[in-house]
């Protein structure tokens, strides 16, 4: 099982930025891939960008050049994943979702944080 808990979101002027945090847990489980989904008002879930453990990323065309995926490991050895979001813009205003993959062979597990709100005014 792994544990994901966001947190950095909150409100900021167009222009702004942001950083988003998600630490992952979870004794003896590897992760293939990690990465961030928003949720706006009326819309489906997408995906805003990714991280394969071999450090290939991939990212929305709408925050390319805008947003920065990373990671790392904190002092207790857990997963960090960070989400830079620069220049931010109203549209970017959505429920922001942490997501960790664990593949297994031609299984795929998703784990899901709770979601941290962002909300960028004009």
């Known amino acids: 099982q792994v544990q994901l808990v966001e947190s950095g979101g909150g409100l900021v002027l167009a222009g702004g930025s942001l950083r988003l945090s998600c630490a992952a847990s979870?004794?003896?489980?590897?992760?293939?891939?990690m990465g961030w989904y928003r949720q706006a008002p009326g819309k489906q879930r997408e995906l805003v960008t990714s991280?394969?453990?071999?450090?290939?990323?991939?990212?929305?065309d709408s925050v390319k050049g805008r947003f920065t995926i990373s990671r790392s490991r904190d002092n207790n050895a857990k997963n960090m994943v960070y989400l830079q979001m620069n220049s931010l813009k109203p549209e970017d205003t959505a429920v922001y979702y942490c997501?960790?993959?664990?593949?297994?062979?031609?299984?795929?597990?998703?784990?899901w944080g709770q979601g941290t709100q962002v909300t960028v005014s004009s």
């Open positions: 997501n960790a993959v664990r593949e297994l062979g031609f299984l795929r597990y998703d784990y």
């Open positions: 979870g004794s003896g489980v590897s992760i293939n891939r």
């Open positions: 991280l394969t453990s071999g450090g290939t990323t991939n990212y929305a």
